[in-house]
């Protein structure tokens, strides 16, 4: 009884009509959130700071006007991931059947799709458990030639910097602008020390912190002259392994695929 129970719960939970009414709900959410965040960007801008749980106990629960179609769409892809997972189980235990007719090669190409479904699931799991577990160090500021040590003993200096400027444009009002703020740190650690040059574009990496630029100062060329300052977030993400190997699992599913087409016909 228990497990005939359980076996309707599990097709019912993967059952690619399910996985129809689920994309079509998530298009549905995302229309409704588009204006939402085009319109309140101040919101959402921190999420990328603090990290998940603190700005949805903060940002999230004070303007859940604006932030629930959020929440429905975390808890969509949830709903989501859990019916890929049981749909592509399936035919994976299908597949494992036919192995023996099918054969080594031929079994790993029919395994392609399903890698690739796998891989999506593990990069969608990686990036939440980016959001909910990453230790984010919000607005750090340096001066030039100042340092900053990390929570794991890392000293960080802001030693110079080769600032790139937007000249001769068409627009006046972009004339001066900064391009690529190119600020050179380096990174001392017990192993040693290193140099790395940070750019808007161009983080860096100091052991298992990353640094995100977000804003350098001066910021324009016809600016008052004042010493270089560089804004940035450290993050220490615990969850990028998990996010890599969906990255890996993706990949091997799409090149098992391509070879379907390599291989002779049978």
């Known amino acids: 009884m228990v497990a005939t129970v359980l076996s309707s719960f599990w097709r019912a939970l993967g059952h690619i009509h399910l996985s129809i009414v689920l994309c079509l709900l998530i298009t549905l959410d995302l229309l409704w959130g588009y204006p939402c965040i085009t319109s309140h960007t101040t919101i959402f801008t921190p999420l990328n700071d603090v990290g998940l749980i603190s700005w949805a106990t903060t940002y999230g629960r004070y303007h859940i006007a604006s932030t629930a179609w959020f929440f429905a769409l975390l808890f969509l892809l949830c709903c989501f991931c859990v019916n890929m997972v049981l749909c592509t189980t399936d035919r994976v235990v299908v597949l494992l059947r036919l192995y023996p007719r099918l054969g080594l090669t031929r079994s790993l190409v029919k395994l392609?799709?399903?890698?690739?479904?796998?891989?999506?699931?593990?990069?969608?799991?990686?990036?939440?458990?980016?959001?909910?577990?990453?230790?984010?160090?919000?607005?750090?500021?340096?001066?030039?030639?100042?340092?900053?040590?990390?929570?794991?003993?890392?000293?960080?200096?802001?030693?110079?910097?080769?600032?790139?400027?937007?000249?001769?444009?068409?627009?006046?009002?972009?004339?001066?602008?900064?391009?690529?703020?190119?600020?050179?740190?380096?990174?001392?650690?017990?192993?040693?020390?290193?140099?790395?040059?940070?750019?808007?574009?161009?983080?860096?990496?100091?052991?298992?912190?990353?640094?995100?630029?977000?804003?350098?100062?001066?910021?324009?060329?016809?600016?008052?002259?004042?010493?270089?300052?560089?804004?940035?977030?450290?993050?220490?993400?615990?969850?990028?392994?998990?996010?890599m190997a969906g990255i890996v699992l993706s990949l091997a599913g799409l090149l098992c695929y391509l070879w379907d087409y390599v291989l002779p016909p049978k």
């Open 112 to 243: 392609g799709p399903h890698l690739m479904h796998y891989g999506i699931i593990t990069i969608l799991a990686g990036y939440l458990g980016s959001y909910l577990f990453s230790t984010v160090l919000p607005s750090q500021s340096l001066l030039l030639g100042r340092s900053l040590s990390l929570p794991d003993g890392t000293s960080i200096t802001f030693y110079s910097s080769d600032p790139l400027f937007l000249h001769n444009t068409a627009r006046a009002t972009l004339e001066g602008r900064i391009i690529d703020p190119r600020a050179h740190l380096l990174i001392s650690s017990r192993g040693g020390a290193t140099s790395a040059v940070l750019s808007f574009n161009q983080p860096v990496r100091a052991r298992q912190h990353l640094i995100v630029l977000k804003e350098y100062h001066p910021n324009n060329s016809r600016a008052t002259p004042t010493p270089p300052r560089i804004t940035f977030i450290v993050r220490r993400d615990s969850a990028i392994a998990l996010t």
